[in-house]
């Protein structure tokens, strides 16, 4: 998963670029009208319409609405994408967009794996303020990708009635970890109890660490969309070993992009080549973090 926090002035269009991958990485087209997708604002549902539109037949998508509320220090709007299964992963995306009466600025500020500041401290004097809008969007390709290199989403988010098949073992992955607080776990409807104490009278014992949910008495009954689990997970502070991954990544992506023509080809793919220059110290920094997906 992906995400951030946009600033944005009020009956602006305001428009936020992803794409859509499979199971081998590569770009996936034509899915724009199979992208699942909600907008809220602080009052519940958005009366605004999201449209999805993808770029030609590139498995690039621009996700798109217009704001009509807005406050002094900002309306918040909540935006979530989701994938379609099984033509992707069905990884999700999830932004706040805040709508100002007047510009504030626009880009990305959070939740990234590190901020402009930091990136522009470890480039030195190699970067002017002219080139802040780049440096903050390649913050963004940097931290996605990442992101994907360890199958995992760092920043601490919240993933409500999230659905799983049963595995017909004692076993259920969950898509995202650590997992913070206490999940809640239904099956079909009926709640289970959950615990991390061993010796405690739970149905469901959580791993946190793992993001792990084993049955104690029982099995995951083989059945499709048959549990569903709302949780937190991630990080409330980006371990230091991935800021300084996604500080790097995006240096390299900084210096390369006259060589690789970074206005004219997609950043994404850029990224992945470009993580493997990392230095072989990164990497090993970022092993301990690396995940299969859920079951």
């Known amino acids: 998963m992906a995400g951030g926090i946009f600033e944005v002035q009020v009956n602006q269009v305001a428009r936020l670029q992803f794409s859509l991958v499979d199971g081998s990485g590569a770009l996936v087209s034509g899915q724009a009208a199979s992208v699942t997708k ?20 590139s498995g690039v998508y621009i996700a798109s609405f217009t704001p009509t509320l807005s406050a002094a220090n900002g309306h918040r709007y909540f935006m979530r994408l989701r994938g379609p299964e099984p033509a992707t992963d069905g990884s999700i995306l999830e932004y706040h967009v805040v709508s100002f009466p007047t510009a504030q600025f626009s880009g990305i500020a959070g939740p990234l794996l590190t901020n402009l500041a930091n990136l522009k401290d470890y480039l030195g004097g190699e970067a002017s303020g002219a080139n ?13 990708a990442i992101e994907r290199y360890c199958d995992r ?36 409807g009926t709640a289970l109890t959950v615990g991390e104490d061993p010796a405690g009278q739970f149905d469901v014992l959580v791993y946190k660490k793992e993001g792990l949910l084993i049955r104690r008495l029982a099995l995951w009954a083989r059945l499709r969309r048959y549990y569903s689990v709302t949780y937190d997970a991630g990080y409330s502070t980006i371990p230091a070993a991935v800021e300084q991954a ?25 990224s992945t080549s470009y993580l493997k220059k990392l230095p072989e110290a990164t990497l090993m920094g970022l092993d301990p973090y690396r995940r299969r997906a859920a079951a």
């Open 153 to 188: 989403t760092f920043s601490l988010t919240n993933y409500p009635a999230e659905l799983y098949d049963g595995t017909g073992g004692d076993a259920l992955r969950l898509r995202e970890a650590p997992v913070v607080g206490t999940p809640v776990v239904l099956e079909f």
């Open 246 to 270: 996604a500080i790097e990544l995006a240096a390299l992506l900084y210096k390369g992009r006259d060589t690789i023509g970074l206005s004219t080809k997609n950043f994404g793919q850029m």
């Open 38 to 57: 909600l907008l809220r604002n602080e009052t519940g549902a958005a009366s605004e319409t999201l449209t999805i539109t993808e770029q030609g037949t």
């Open 132 to 144: 802040d809008t780049l440096l903050t969007r390649l913050i963004g390709v940097a931290s996605d």
